[in-house]
C-alpha cells in the first residue's frame, strides 16, 4: 500500500468509531478485504515475476556453455540466473539427455 493509502485508511478508521455497530462492522470488514486484497497482489506479483526468471545450470568444468540451453554465460539475458544444483534450474531448453548426463 502507498503512504497516501494508508493515510486515507486511517482516516476512515478514525471516523468507524462515530458509527453505530453494524456500520462499524461494515467498514472493518470492508479495511481488513483491502488489506487483505493488497497482500494478495503482492504475492501474485512476485509470483508473476518468479515464473519469468530463469534459472540455468552452469557449464560444467572444461565447458563454456550451459548443459541445459548450450549457452554460454554471455548470451544469458541479463535477468536469468545460473546455478549449481541441477534441481534448481528451470531452462526450458532443458533436454533429457543433459539431466541422464548428470546422474
Do not use: Y
Not at 500500500?1 to 476512515?12: G, K, N
Not at 563454456?64 to 548450450?70: A, E, R
Not at 544469458?76 to 548426463?101: I, Q, V, W, Y
Amino acid at each position: 500500500m502507498t503512504d497516501p493509502e494508508v493515510r486515507a485508511l486511517r482516516q476512515i478508521w478514525n471516523q468507524v468509531v462515530l458509527f453505530d455497530n453494524d456500520t462499524r462492522l461494515r467498514m472493518v470488514t470492508w479495511l481488513h478485504r483491502r488489506v487483505e486484497q493488497e497482500r494478495l497482489d503482492a504475492v501474485v506479483a512476485e509470483l508473476e515475476a518468479a515464473q519469468k526468471e530463469v534459472t540455468h545450470r552452469c557449464p560444467p568444468e572444461g565447458s563454456s556453455v550451459t548443459p541445459c540451453c548450450g549457452l554460454t554465460p554471455f548470451e544469458l539475458p541479463s535477468t536469468d540466473r545460473m546455478t549449481l544444483d541441477n534441481s534448481l534450474a528451470t531452462c526450458r531448453g532443458r533436454t533429457e539427455a543433459s539431466e541422464k548426463e548428470d546422474k
